[in-house]
């Protein structure tokens, strides 16, 4: 049973940082892509940063690009969301997901195969 757990969400003040960390167990993780998606209040879920199984390539969205840094640590079956300079608007459920594809770094919601059950992240200003 594949299983992606998400932690290190929390509180922080705006212009502060977080590091969410996404364990992973039960697939083949250095054979998947990661992502990091978040959905904020009243908005649709959507894609932060990607990074493919060897960490060799990664995606950033607009609101990712310059503040956030996602990696990977195959051997620990984990994949981190360094986040800095946090905004107010960074507030939502941070998720993981894995795509077991090859091939370019997929940034939709329907092209990841699984998903942990998310981290709030609240950034108060």
């Known amino acids: 049973q594949v299983q992606l757990v998400e932690s290190g969400g929390g509180l922080v003040q705006a212009g502060g940082s977080l590091r969410l960390s996404c364990a992973a167990s039960?697939?083949?993780?250095?054979?998947?892509?990661m992502g990091w998606f978040r959905q904020g209040p009243g908005k649709e879920r959507e894609v932060v940063a990607a990074i493919n199984w060897s960490g060799g390539s990664t995606y950033y969205s607009d609101s990712g690009k310059e503040r956030f840094t996602i990696s990977r640590d195959n051997a620990k079956n984990t994949v981190y969301l360094q986040m800095n300079s946090l905004k107010p608007e960074d507030t939502a459920v941070y998720y993981c997901a894995a795509d077991r594809r090859v091939g370019p770094l997929r940034t939709t919601i329907s092209e990841y195969n699984y998903w942990g059950q998310g981290t709030q992240v609240t950034v108060s200003s």
């Open positions: 039960g697939l083949t993780f250095r054979m998947y892509a």
